[in-house]
């Protein structure tokens, strides 16, 4: 397999972008803050396999990061991340440094409302999503990507993305696949190297938890016991629970009545935080 080019700049990127569309080739984009596990070749997979040109972007953005968090130790990983990125057949990998998307005198962001608001992740990152969204931006601006896809893991996210690349008229198919999990449940992420030995073995009953209340909700019971039997379940276990919230799946806004249910947590063990969500099926009625 041949090694992806690497573009480190804005311009080096479209002279990349402008080649290929003079071609009439469909160009995806998959952006990644790097620390690339199967979730992340999953999403360059599924792109491969609709569109002749990928491009991975791999930026650790400085905006999403509260000051208390992990800006500064988040798992960077770039030689590992291309070897990766060669055996998945990747074209481009656009790496732009820090002063390349935020040169000196930078202001805007992107103000969000709707499912930036849903009182899940905004709740405990509030200024979080805006940073998401203004970098999101960017890349599609840069890149002009006609597709870009996101994991499922990150829900609100993809929901906020979605939502700002419509209100934007942004020209790009925004796409969310299916987390991808551990064979004992764990969903993927870049963060799970932070877990000890010990609380990575726990970890899982945050996910069994999940399904065994979509499964009680499914049958019927009443939204509310079964999410307070989850939350105690997952807090005895020894996780300090942020949220565990059942959700319109289309709009993350209250469940009743809604088409589509989504159950989604976030849970902190040791300095780990954990984030999941799941599909539930909707109540049968009696
Ligand atoms: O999900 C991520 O890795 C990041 O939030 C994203 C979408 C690449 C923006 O920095």
């Not at 972008?17 to 070749?41: D, K, N, Q, S, Y």
């Not at 906020?160 to 419509?166: E, K, L, Y």
């Amino acid at each position: 397999m041949n090694a992806p080019a690497i573009a480190r700049t804005i311009a080096d990127l479209r002279a990349h972008v402008g080649a290929w569309r003079a071609a009439g080739e469909r160009v995806a984009l998959v952006p990644t803050m790097g620390a690339l596990h199967a979730g992340h070749i999953a999403l360059t997979q599924h792109m491969r396999a609709q569109s002749p040109r990928v491009i991975v972007s791999i930026f650790v953005n400085p905006t999403q990061f509260a000051p208390n968090e992990d800006f500064s130790k988040y798992p960077r990983t770039f030689e590992a991340d291309v070897e990766k990125l060669t055996a998945a057949g990747v074209d481009l990998v656009y790496a732009p440094s820090p002063e390349e998307m935020y040169p000196q005198g930078f202001t805007t962001t992107i103000s969000l409302a709707g499912p930036a608001h849903a009182d899940l992740e905004d709740r405990f990152r509030p200024t979080h999503f805006a940073g998401v969204a203004t970098i999101v931006a960017k890349l599609f601006t840069q890149a002009a990507p006609d597709v870009a896809i996101f994991g499922q893991k990150d829900y609100q996210q993809l929901a906020v993305i979605a939502r700002m690349t419509r209100d934007l008229d942004l020209p790009v198919e925004v796409i969310g696949i299916e987390t991808v999990r551990e064979s004992d449940g764990l969903a993927l992420s870049s963060r799970n190297v932070y877990l000890s030995a010990g609380h990575r073995a726990l970890a899982p009953m945050l996910h069994a938890t999940m399904q065994t209340c979509a499964l009680r909700i499914a049958a019927g019971d009443e939204f509310d016991a079964v999410l307070d039997a989850g939350r105690i379940a997952i807090t005895k276990a020894g996780f300090t629970l942020d949220y565990l919230e059942l959700r319109d799946g289309d709009n993350l806004g209250a469940p009743a009545g809604a088409k589509k249910l989504r159950l989604l947590l976030a849970a902190r063990i040791g300095a780990t935080r954990l984030i999941d969500n799941i599909d539930v099926p909707l109540p049968r009625r009696a």
